[in-house]
């Protein structure tokens, strides 16, 4: 009889192919049955996702060649803890898109008959998954394009003025980001004859060509994760598509650009060195830091004011890289606190502030007052993740910036530190802004029709990015099967 590990590599084939195929059904099947057969292709990924952590957590990092080809020939996915973790963010952030799209399946609402929403969102759910696993560079950049286009059609789907140049812009930027990928990936290749990510180390240190290409990756990378100043297009896009596009391309999208840049930076050029390269970024972490949340408080809008701190909480996952050098595992483990708590919490104030938007009839702040009275449930989710936004304890971005601060000043590079925590005193200004519109006393005069949508899928995702820090010893137990060298 077969050990159970060793249907482990099975599972990340089926991680990718399972959404996919989940979704080219609902597709098939057509508006009356289609959201039915995504929600069961959407609790078969949440079930994968936790298969493969499961199996990182007990057996360590696990791996599949597709066809039983090796690399350089064949294609190889493969999962340590920091992957497994990203899978997870997936699983969860997509359960809570899935039924809060489901509860809003009426009319009058975005997704209510746009019955394209459902095989679009699997796509893109298999697409990112496909990313957090693959370990070939050149299949990252067919991932790369499978979620831009995806993404794309999912915030056009609203149908306005708005929604349609927000989807042009988005889809600019995705484009070049992919072009500008794919040139990096051709030069690699070029100079070295692999698309390996455990073998770019000897590519690039063995030639010029090989770090221009590495450059150019990591510049598409950097524009496809709305680092400043390539952040654009993000908050058009994000506050202009209805609101579970919003949560996923928030809470998911961009991590998975950015965990390609991580994997690049370190199996490229190893965790002790690229220095330069790690501190240029680390800088424009923190302006996007200090940028986007001076850009969120002076927000009019409630979800303008979310998509401008998802600038700045993408700032804080940028300026901790300097660390990898001398404290990886540290760093490591903040990214993945810091990443799992950013991508639930800003999930979460998307599907709050769809609830919102829903009851007042606009996200305007000067039309808010009262509106958490009305929706105590949105309100609370948006106070829960607020939590994790400022960093204060049990959340897991609390660990993740103390982590950070810790390693930083150990370190002496306590700018680091500064911009940590002022970014946690700016975060405070723009999250207390919104609370005190929501709770504000309401203005009698204007009478407002009730709607029955509530944001009930907001409150466990917000609930669980504010207790995240509970859950530190099983994250620090798939960690451990982490290697920031290289897979």
């Not at 998975?256 to 240029?280: I, K, W």
């Not at 404290?327 to 991508?343: D, E, K, P, Q, Y």
């Amino acid at each position: 009889m077969a050990e159970p590990g060793a249907f482990a590599p099975q599972l990340l084939g089926l991680a990718i192919v399972v959404p996919l195929a989940a979704g080219a059904v609902s597709f098939a099947l057509g508006r009356a049955r289609a959201m039915a057969a995504a929600l069961l292709g959407a609790a078969a990924a949440v079930a994968l996702a936790a298969a493969v952590a499961w199996s990182v957590a007990t057996g360590g990092a696990v791996a599949l060649d597709i066809g039983s080809w090796v690399p350089p020939l064949g294609i190889r996915l493969a999962a340590d803890g920091l992957s497994a973790l990203f899978l997870v963010l997936a699983a969860i952030v997509g359960a809570a898109v899935s039924v809060d799209a489901a509860l809003a399946s009426r009319p009058g609402a975005d997704v209510a008959d746009r019955w394209l929403f459902w095989p679009l969102w699997l796509f893109l759910w298999s697409a990112v998954n496909g990313l957090f696993l693959t370990a070939d560079v050149f299949n990252a950049y067919v991932c790369l394009e499978l979620i831009g286009f995806s993404a794309v059609a999912l915030v056009a789907s609203k149908g306005s003025k708005a929604a349609l140049d927000a989807a042009l812009s988005y889809l600019f930027a995705s484009v070049l980001g992919a072009m500008t990928y794919l040139v990096g990936v051709g030069l690699v290749y070029l100079a070295s004859g692999t698309l390996a990510l455990d073998a770019l180390d000897s590519a690039v240190h063995g030639s010029a060509s090989a770090r221009i290409g590495l450059g150019l990756m990591l510049a598409g990378l950097v524009l496809k994760t709305a680092l400043f100043p390539a952040h654009f297009w993000l908050p058009t896009a994000h506050s202009s598509a209805p609101p579970q596009v919003s949560a996923a391309l928030s809470g998911v999208v961009v991590k998975s650009s950015y965990l390609l840049a991580v994997r690049l930076l370190v199996a490229a050029t190893g965790a002790g060195s690229g220095p330069g390269l790690r501190l240029t970024l680390a800088a424009l972490g923190a302006v996007a830091i200090v940028w986007g949340s001076a850009m969120a408080l002076a927000s009019q809008r409630l979800k303008l004011m979310i998509a401008y701190s998802t600038v700045a909480q993408v700032g804080y996952l940028f300026v901790m890289l300097p660390l990898l050098e001398e404290r990886a595992a540290t760093v490591g483990l903040a990214i993945a606190l810091h990443a799992l708590s950013h991508g639930m919490a800003k999930a979460a104030m998307f599907l709050a502030a769809g609830d919102i938007a829903d009851a007042a009839g606009t996200d305007r702040f000067d039309a808010l007052a009262g509106v958490g009275r009305e929706r105590p449930v949105a309100a609370l989710s948006l106070g829960l993740a607020g939590v994790t936004m400022l960093g204060l304890p049990p959340s897991g971005s609390f660990a993740a910036k103390w982590l950070v601060v810790q390693s930083s000043l150990a370190s002496g590079q306590w700018w680091i530190a500064a911009v940590v925590v002022g970014g946690g005193l700016l975060a405070a200004l723009y999250v207390f802004r919104a609370l005190a519109s929501l709770l504000a006393k309401p203005d009698r005069s204007e009478a407002r029709t009730p709607k029955p949508r509530t944001a009930w899928a907001a409150l466990p995702l917000a609930a669980v990015s504010a207790t995240l820090l509970l859950a530190g010893p099983a994250i620090s137990r798939l960690m451990a099967a982490t290697s920031l060298a290289g897979r």
